[in-house]
Nanobody
Framework: VQLQASGGGLVQAGGSLRLSCAASGRTFSSYTMGWFRQAPGKEREFVAV????????YYQDSVKGRFTISRDNAKNTVYLQMNSLKAEDTARYYCAADLSYTRVKLSTPDYWGQGTLVTVSS
């Protein structure tokens, strides 16, 4: 599975962005998808995960109520809608995929995209 993230940019605090991650391959609907982020000088951290059907989602506490993960299996794409952005959301955001929901939730998925940079100005 090859993953291509896009949609990052510069936004003011309180604003919104939607990230997209396009996946190659014909088995996208079999994969659990996740979003992760890495801020400068910090380790990469889990943000959100969505199961293959899109019914089950789970979020890091700091983004609950502000971020929404979703997917369109017909378009082989997963999204991360980010609202009420804060300066501490500044990071490079990565999408990831794995056949195992647990592996994504535990931040050990098999496949990673290249990342897209989100900068939130305060």
């Amino acid at each position: 599975v090859q993953l291509q993230a896009s949609g990052g940019g510069l936004v003011q605090a309180g604003g919104s962005l939607r990230l997209s991650c396009a996946a190659s391959g014909r088995t996208f609907s079999s994969y659990t998808m996740g979003w992760f982020r890495q801020a400068p000088g910090k380790e990469r951290e889990f943000v959100a995960v969505i199961n293959p059907s899109g019914v089950i989602t789970y979020y890091q506490d700091s983004v609950k109520g502000r971020f929404t993960i979703s997917r369109d299996n017909a378009k082989n794409t997963v999204y991360l809608q980010m609202n009420s952005l804060k300066a501490e959301d500044t990071a490079r955001y990565y999408c990831a995929a794995d056949l195992s929901y647990t592996r994504v939730k535990l931040s050990t998925p098999d496949y990673w995209g290249q990342g897209t940079l989100v900068t939130v100005s305060s």
